[in-house]
């Protein structure tokens, strides 16, 4: 019944356009760093809910969990013993590959002029400074071009990291050597 609910909730919010969301968010609660985080997890954790759901519809069903039932094992037991400790690997791996989306969705944001706002800075907030000046000055290129390779590099290596993750954290893999 509670799993029901909740999907349900996740499903009404995946309907809404994401960056929209996003946007009425920050527009209603204001330009704060700390804001426009809570206004992208606000919507990044839809999918991470949908893992975990996966992943525990998957889990209950193992054998382990089967023995801990026959054994009298507490359900908190078993979720707190046997099936969080599963359920880190996946965790872990989404998150690590979730970041990259989020700090692009945050310089996205900035370059529009609706996240960090000067004098705080952000690669967003660079690579828009650079395109204004590249349009009233016809020259300096190299204002858009290091924020934005800045920022690629930096995406690039963090979804390798997680990818390098996801190969030692998932078991699968590991059976296959």
Known sequence: ???NVMMRFVDMLYSLPFMFFVILLVAYFGQN???LFV???AVQWLTMSRIVRGQMIQLRGQEFV???VAMGLS??????RHLIPNLLGPIIVYATLTVPAVLLEEAFL????????????SWGLLAAEGASAITALRTAWWLILFPGLALGL????LNFLGDGLRDALDPRLKNQS
Not at 111 to 116: A, E, S, T
Not at 154 to 157: D, E, M, V
């Open 33 to 35: 760093l700390i804001l």
């Open 39 to 41: 206004a992208l997890g």
């Open 75 to 80: 359900s908190w037991r078993i979720i707190f």
């Open 1 to 3: 019944a509670t799993d």
């Open 66 to 68: 089967q023995a801990g």
């Open 154 to 157: 930096t995406l690039f290596s």
């Open 110 to 121: 900035s370059f529009l002029g609706l996240g960090v706002q000067p004098p705080d800075s």
